[in-house]
């Protein structure tokens, strides 16, 4: 069973630090996304990844960077966080493209910035 | 452009009642359309997918290219229905291949 697991469930941040969340898959896959939850809004792509060293920005990326140094590991970078970036990030991760593979989403981290 | 539209936020229906979870898309091309659900405390995961043609916990959708709709439906719901809903549309091709989500519909099933 695809594992995928973000490093912290909560965390609390001040304002214009730099923040770094953590996504690790155990099965090998190539595409890795991050989103963010929010209610009424949906899930929104910040920015995904179909290789190592490969991003590309999803529908939301202002604010945020990402880094994927490993085939396994995909990590999001708030430069300097802000309020409006208090949220539910969900990682997850695909072995490839085609309708056959869906999504395997990690328990998600809830950020709040104080 | 890809787009998603789930026209209710919050939908309440009882115990033994049919359910009927409303997504509309818009995409240019052929779509893969998808249905995710969220348990309470749970993490998100895959209801079921058009192209299965599938029953999952009783949950059917079928995709209406006509009406570019993806509705969910279930004839009697149960009280574990109890969830958050997202209907997903997948597009484009090589490393384009990301899912667009709708905004989510709350569904409680009241006993």
């Known amino acids: 069973d695809v594992k995928v697991t973000q490093s912290s469930r909560y965390l609390v941040k001040r304002t214009g630090e730099k923040v770094f969340l953590e996504c690790v898959q155990d099965?090998?896959?190539?595409?890795m996304f991050w989103y963010r939850q929010d209610p009424g809004l949906g899930l929104r792509l910040i920015y995904f990844?179909?290789?190592?060293?490969?991003?590309e920005k999803g529908d939301i990326p202002e604010g945020y960077s990402v880094s994927r140094e490993k085939k396994e590991r995909f990590s999001l970078i708030l430069e300097s966080a802000s309020t409006n970036q208090t949220s539910m990030y969900l990682c997850?991760?695909?072995?490839?493209?085609?309708?056959?593979?869906?999504?395997?989403f990690g328990s998600g981290t809830r950020l709040t910035v104080v | 452009a890809q787009r998603v539209t789930q026209p209710e936020k919050l939908l309440s229906v009882f115990k033994g009642a049919p359910v009927e979870l409303k997504c509309n898309y818009s995409?240019?091309?052929?779509?893969?359309l998808f249905w995710y659900v969220q348990y309470s405390r749970q993490r998100l995961q895959l209801l079921l997918r058009?192209?299965s043609r599938e029953s999952i916990k009783g949950f059917t959708a079928d995709l209406n290219k006509g009406e570019t709709s993806f509705h969910l439906k279930k004839p009697f719901a149960q009280e574990e229905d109890s969830a958050m809903y997202y209907c997903?549309?997948?597009?484009?091709?090589?490393?384009?291949?990301?899912?667009?989500f709708g905004q989510g519909t709350r569904l409680t099933i009241n006993p």
């Open positions: 997850a991760s695909t072995a490839g493209t085609g309708v056959n593979y869906g999504y395997t």
């Open positions: 099965m090998d896959h190539e595409n």
């Open positions: 990844s179909y290789d190592v060293k490969m991003k």
């Open positions: 995409y240019s091309g052929s779509p893969e």
């Open positions: 058009h192209i």
């Open positions: 997903a549309l997948r597009g484009g091709s090589g490393g384009a291949q990301k899912l667009v």
